[in-house]
């Protein structure tokens, strides 16, 4: 399949999520996860339209951005080690994986200009997920105050593998419910705007909870090309 037709199946489940529970589709952003494909298949996901781009490994994002360069949005969407920041530091607007402190120092050392994160919260309590718990969310962004370069955009999870739809919906909401309880707080520094979560196999549930960045691999651009 090509993206274009990908991208058109795509954006039609949205519109129907989005009408589901009466939003508006341009409330979403469809981040293209590219860490899968070649260069040549993220370009062709750029013509077809999209301006957002995730990758999960600074050895892909470099390879990628050495053709490409700043056209797109960049989006670091993986575990990041703090040794690596330095490498896509100037490269990407949006890290969704905020999930300690140490980086956030590292983030804000080699930052240039405003880095805009998005904190990883470990909403289902899985031990193989990444991300804090969700207790420890709201004492962890106010923390972040002190970072110059951080504007805290919002929150990401990854929701567990599975098709129980009821438990994918409170993993969702729950982390909707943890960005209004911040938003509330009005921080300068803690829009929290953003709710970043669905994928290929979750991103209509996501965005009936209130998604408004989906991050779309498979679905999009496939898994091997
Ligand atoms: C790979 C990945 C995605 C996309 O996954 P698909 O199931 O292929 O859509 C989204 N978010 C993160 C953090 C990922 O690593």
């Given at each position: 399949m090509t993206v274009k037709a990908n991208l058109e199946m795509i954006k039609q489940q949205i519109n129907e999520a989005c009408q589901k529970v009466n939003?508006?589709?341009?409330e979403v952003s469809i981040i293209a996860?590219?860490?899968?494909?070649?260069t040549e298949r993220a370009k062709e996901a750029l013509e077809a339209g999209i301006v957002n781009l995730g990758e999960n490994r600074d050895e892909g994002l470099l390879e990628k951005w050495k053709v490409i360069g700043d056209k797109p949005v960049w989006h670091f969407i993986g575990t990041l080690q703090t040794r690596k920041v330095k490498n896509i530091i100037d490269k990407v607007?949006?890290?969704?994986s905020l999930d300690r402190i140490s980086l956030a120092e590292e983030i804000d050392k080699r930052a240039n200009g405003l880095i805009h994160c998005l904190v990883q919260v470990?909403?289902?309590?899985?031990?193989s997920k990444h991300g804090l718990a969700p207790e420890e969310v709201i004492a962890f962004v106010e923390s972040l105050?002190?970072?110059?370069?951080?504007?805290?955009a919002g929150l990401m999870t990854m929701a567990p593998l599975t098709n129980d739809e009821n438990f994918l919906r409170s993993c969702f909401s729950k982390l909707r419910t943890l960005r209004n309880q911040l938003q509330e707080f009005q921080w300068e520094h803690a829009p929290c705007t953003e709710l970043s979560m669905g994928m290929s196999n979750d991103y209509k549930l996501a965005i009936e909870e209130g998604a408004t960045m989906v991050r779309i691999g498979t679905a999009l651009v496939g898994e091997d090309g």
């Open positions: 939003r508006k589709p341009e996860v590219t860490k899968y494909v070649s607007k949006y890290i969704h470990n909403v289902s309590g899985e031990e105050r002190q970072f110059k370069h951080i504007s805290v």
